[in-house]
């Protein structure tokens, strides 16, 4: 028995038009794979999109538009589930997160603008590009949890940035500074034009980034980064929304799975090291990208 049918059509300079039918078991697998999603997400701060759309689209075969679409709408939830919890914790550095924002919002909307002249396997392409970029960064960065004797930047001191916090794991006060904060700002324009084209929240760049660029501790540059993500996600959502590539439908479950496990994901990183965690998820996010590029080359996918 089928629920539902979603049913994409566009007109214009490219033109799509694709059709994809969701029964019950579809909706109920996505729901689950949607918390999976939000876990790792709030662990990462990465909003949990880069699991759901190779899930929706290798799996359940939804077109890259709706994908997309729902997938950014979810980010904000992710982000909304896990950032006041981070806040609370003093995980968050509210005024990096916000000065931070002056990039990736900007870079969200002219992604969203320009995701609507890029073929799908365009997309599928620059998606498992970005995933090989994350695995290398992460299992790289597997060690650097706490950098030490960081020097701040003009900018850094001028607003404050340094700031502490309490390590859970580690029973002890962590007190860390902010460097290289332009730079940091440059490349937060092109996270935010990730998520703009892709929906995953801009995160798979900007918690490296912020990490071994700006010298921040793991868990900060997570926890900044699930903050900084639901304004971009929300920035370039309001262009996928008024184009119609948001589907009510498949929206709604991915939504209630990200929010519970967001939740889940934000108790899970305050008392783990994430140093092995890291590289289990570099090696998730390898075979994901595999995966990604190989369909935008239409290349056989067997899932």
Do not use: C, W
């Not at 629920?3 to 078991?25: D, N, Q």
């Not at 783990?272 to 369909?295: D, E, N």
């Amino acid at each position: 028995m089928r629920i539902f049918l979603i049913e994409l059509s566009r007109v214009g300079i490219l033109k799509v038009h694709a059709t994809v039918v969701l029964g019950p078991v579809d909706v109920l697998i996505i729901f689950l794979v949607s918390i999976v999603a939000g876990f790792i997400g709030a662990m990462f701060g990465l909003g949990g999109g880069v699991l759901i759309i190779p899930f929706l689209t290798l799996v359940e075969g939804v077109p890259v538009p709706l994908a997309v679409g729902a997938s950014i709408v979810s980010v904000v939830a992710t982000s909304s589930a896990s950032a006041a919890t981070y806040v609370q914790d003093h995980l968050t550095n509210l005024r990096l997160g916000m000065f931070l924002e002056i990039g990736t919002v900007a870079g969200a909307i002219t992604g969203a603008f320009v995701s609507v002249f890029l073929p799908a396997s365009y997309l599928f392409i620059l998606f498992g590009i970005i995933l090989l970029y994350a695995t290398i960064v992460m299992i790289r960065a597997r060690g650097i949890d706490f950098p030490a004797n960081v020097r701040p930047d003009k900018t850094s001191r001028i607003l404050a940035l340094g700031s502490q916090y309490e390590d859970h794991s580690l029973n002890r006060v962590v007190k860390y500074e902010v460097t290289r904060t332009p730079l940091t700002v440059f490349i937060g324009f092109f996270a935010g034009i990730v998520s703009g084209l892709l929906g995953v929240g801009g995160g798979i760049i900007n918690v490296p980034t912020m990490n071994l660029v700006s010298k921040i501790p793991v868990k900060v540059a997570s926890a900044t980064s699930n903050f900084i993500i639901g304004v971009t996600a929300a920035a370039s959502a309001s262009v996928y929304l008024l184009r119609g590539d948001v589907h009510p439908l498949l929206a709604a479950p991915l939504i209630i799975g990200v929010a519970g496990g967001a939740l889940l994901g934000t108790k899970v990183l305050k008392v783990t090291p994430p140093t092995r965690v890291k590289v289990a998820f570099g090696i998730l996010l390898a075979a994901i990208s595999l995966l990604m590029i190989l369909k935008g080359f239409n290349l056989p996918v067997v899932l």
